[in-house]
């Protein structure tokens, strides 16, 4: 499912929103930039399903056939190289697609770079400007994302925050003070336990902000040539789906090229019913007659091995 997911908002992606130019962010292995001045970065995070593990290396393979360029860059996040990307773009007149659910990115946003939110679970697209990000933030400057995010921590990412300090104190603070800076410069002003936190825990705010800060200067250049949409590598792609025996996804994507395909050009299903196959025309299945299976352990060559060992 990890995978088929991947393919099919990819696929999306480049018919129905038809963009120029396209490419994939990876994360690389290891630690960033980030675990450098706080090692707990991202500490707590659970280990990655099994699962997605498996499906992690068919991805580049099949990006690769897409004819999509993959971009990483050691010791820098996904994060920071889309970002970097972005408004590198930009700048050079584009307008920018940031295509993630991760809510970071909106610190990112602006005229003419957009969040591109993949609809999931039966929810819409969502796409993000500056407006939205506004709105759905309750703060005046886009940047102040970052702002909240260092105040009020992050626990996916593990990002302490002020202990304290949730969402709407966070935004509220902002539309007085305008920036962790300016709350630290300003703590005295403050009540109670709140002014005492902000106190003893300047420093830490200044940090996560740090952390939450995606950084638009990681080392690598926007390409306008090596980022254009080509065509897909039909065959290699064909290769890869009869493997993950992805079926649908072959017709969708390669038409009269999909795997599992009759001379007649029909869908081929394998039966148990002697030599007789179920065809299927405009994807709708047409049953047997209900029978006995003339297939048996009596009547098909077979050879049993008895598995003992991992090495077996």
Not at 260 to 272: E, P
């Amino acid at each position: 499912s990890a995978i088929t997911g991947f393919v099919r908002t990819l696929w999306d992606l480049m018919t129905n929103q038809k963009p120029t130019h396209i490419a994939v962010a990876f994360d690389p292995k290891g630690g960033t930039f980030r675990h450098e001045y706080y090692p707990e970065y991202k500490a707590n995070r659970d280990a990655q399903p099994e699962d997605i593990t498996i499906a992690m290396k068919y991805i580049p393979d099949i990006i690769e056939a897409f004819n999509i360029p993959v971009v990483m860059v050691p010791n820098y996040e996904a994060d920071d190289v889309i970002g970097t990307l972005a408004k590198q773009a930009e700048k050079e007149g584009y307008t920018v697609y940031m295509v993630t659910p991760d809510k970071d990115y909106a610190q990112l946003v602006s005229p003419n770079i957009y969040m591109y939110k993949p609809g999931r679970q039966g929810n819409e697209i969502e796409i993000l400007g500056e407006k939205e990000v506004l709105a759905n933030w309750e703060i005046s400057r886009v940047d102040q994302v970052i702002d909240v995010l260092g105040l009020q921590g992050d626990s996916v990412d593990n990002i302490p925050g002020v202990p304290g300090i949730g969402p709407k104190t966070a935004v509220a603070l902002l539309k007085e003070y305008g920036s962790v800076e300016n709350i630290i410069a300003n703590a005295e002003n403050l009540k109670g336990k709140q002014k005492e936190n902000v106190i003893n825990f300047a420093d830490q705010a200044l940090l996560s902000k740090r952390l939450a800060t995606i950084d638009i200067n990681s080392p690598i250049q926007f390409d306008a040539e090596k980022f254009t949409l080509d065509p897909i590598n039909k065959e290699k792609i064909k290769e890869i789906f009869l493997e993950l025996e992805f079926r649908t996804l072959a017709q969708q994507i390669l038409g009269s090229d999909s795997i599992g395909q009759s001379n007649s050009g029909k869908a081929v299903q394998q039966s148990l019913f002697g030599d007789e196959v179920i065809t299927t025309v405009s994807n709708t299945p047409t049953p047997p007659e209900y029978q006995i299976a003339k297939k048996n352990i009596e009547n098909t060559p077979h050879t049993y091995h008895l598995v003992q060992t991992d090495d077996e």
